[in-house]
Nanobody, 125 residues
Framework: VQLQASGGGLLHAGGSLRLSCAAS????????MAWFRQAPGKEREIVAV????????YYADSVKGRFTISRDNNKNTVYLQMNSLKPEDTAEYHC???????????????????WGQGTQVTVSS
């Protein structure tokens, strides 16, 4: 599956942004989807995961209560709504996909074979 992320930008702390990740396949609804982020000089880290139905969601502690992951299987798209953004949220954000199975939630980069290109989010103080 090919993934295309978009929606990044430059904004001030406290602002909101919604990222989108569109998938190329109609089988999108059969993939567990996730958002990761990578700040300069740091390892890529999990942000959020959503199950194929959208019922199960996981959030990293650093974004819990501020970010919301969702998906629209009719549009083959997963979203990341980011509110109350902080300078430490500055990173390149990547969407990723995997077929379901195994442990929940899958939180490492090795768990996901399919990746989109990153979209940059920069939050100024």
């Amino acid at each position: 599956v090919q993934l295309q992320a978009s929606g990044g930008g430059l904004l001030h702390a406290g602002g909101s942004l919604r990222l989108s990740c569109a998938a190329s396949e109609r089988t999108f609804s059969t993939y567990t989807m996730a958002w990761f982020r990578q700040a300069p000089g740091k390892e890529r880290e999990i942000v959020a995961v959503i199950s194929i139905s959208g019922v199960l969601k996981y959030y990293a502690d650093s974004v819990k209560g501020r970010f919301t992951i969702s998906r629209d299987n009719n549009k083959n798209t997963v979203y990341l709504q980011m509110n109350s953004l902080k300078p430490e949220d500055t990173a390149e954000y990547h969407c990723a996909a995997r077929t379901p199975g195994g442990r929940w939630p899958a939180r490492t980069t090795n768990d996901y074979p399919y990746w989109g290109q990153g979209t940059q989010v920069t939050v100024s103080s």
